[in-house]
């Protein structure tokens, strides 16, 4: 039985490739876009993994999604790139909103 292709999660390399990330930033803060579940590697975990090893913001494409990991009990800063859905759960889950246009 052929499956296709697959993904294999590997928090180890997520964590290593943001120290290299953090190094090319030289100091400069690194914010992890977990977006889309975190491409399919599970947002919570990775975001978890990734605030532990020193991410103070993270970024999402959609208010759902930030819901998530604040349920998760993520306290992280959240922005949010996409959305312009419910401004009151901007408020109520403390997210950060982009502003898409004048």
Do not use: P
Request: charged content about 25%.
């Amino acid at each position: 039985m052929e499956r296709g292709a697959i993904a294999e999660i590997n928090l180890d390399a997520i964590s290593y490739n943001f120290r290299i990330a953090g190094k090319i930033a030289s100091g400069r803060a690194v914010i992890a876009v977990v977006k889309a579940d975190a491409y399919g590697h599970g947002a919570i975990a990775v975001a978890s993994r990734l605030l532990r090893e020193g991410v103070t913001h993270l970024a999402v494409a959609y208010i759902s999604e930030a819901v998530a990991l604040r349920k998760a009990g993520i306290k992280a800063g959240i922005i949010v790139l996409f959305d312009k859905g419910d401004y009151d759960d901007y408020i109520k889950y403390k997210l950060i909103t982009v502003i898409h246009d004048i």
